[in-house]
């Protein structure tokens, strides 16, 4: 009987786990354009349209400020990983390429995806580091 029981929990952790893991990209449905409106803190300018979508199971696509780009995004351990995203390669004024670099080097970084009402947030740890809306 104690050895069944441990079993069932074991299961149950199992199944917790796993669970957890799909929740990673729940924030992030397939084909959902959000527009970003927030990189560290700061706002994207309103001429500057940074964009960011699932446009398959594994594969983030969108524009960076000035160019597209897209890469792998993935759940490890229950937490999201991005790659090294590549994208296309054209110079833009300068409000548009500061809004890309600091993009590009701040998405790298995000490990958690969550909904806030309409704003999605993807996170480091617990600090919002991008805000999105549709």
């Not at 524009?63 to 296309?88: D, F, Q, V, W």
């Not at 806030?116 to 996170?123: I, Q, R």
């Amino acid at each position: 009987m104690r050895l069944a029981m441990i079993a069932l929990a074991a299961l149950s952790l199992t199944a917790c786990r796993e669970e957890s893991k799909a929740d990673a990209l729940a924030a992030l449905p397939v084909g959902t354009e959000w527009q970003v409106r927030e990189i560290a803190g700061q706002p994207v300018a309103a001429e500057v349209s940074v964009t960011l979508a699932r446009s398959d199971e594994s594969t983030i696509t969108g524009n960076s400020g000035c160019n597209r780009y897209n890469g792998r995004i993935e759940t490890r351990e229950g937490k999201l990983h991005i790659s090294a995203l590549a994208g296309t390669r054209m110079m833009c004024p300068p409000a548009q390429m500061e809004a890309e670099q600091a993009f590009h080097s701040t998405i790298g970084r995000v490990d958690q995806a969550r909904l806030n009402g309409a704003t999605l947030e993807l996170l480091t740890g617990e600090t919002v580091v991008i805000r999105a809306e549709k």
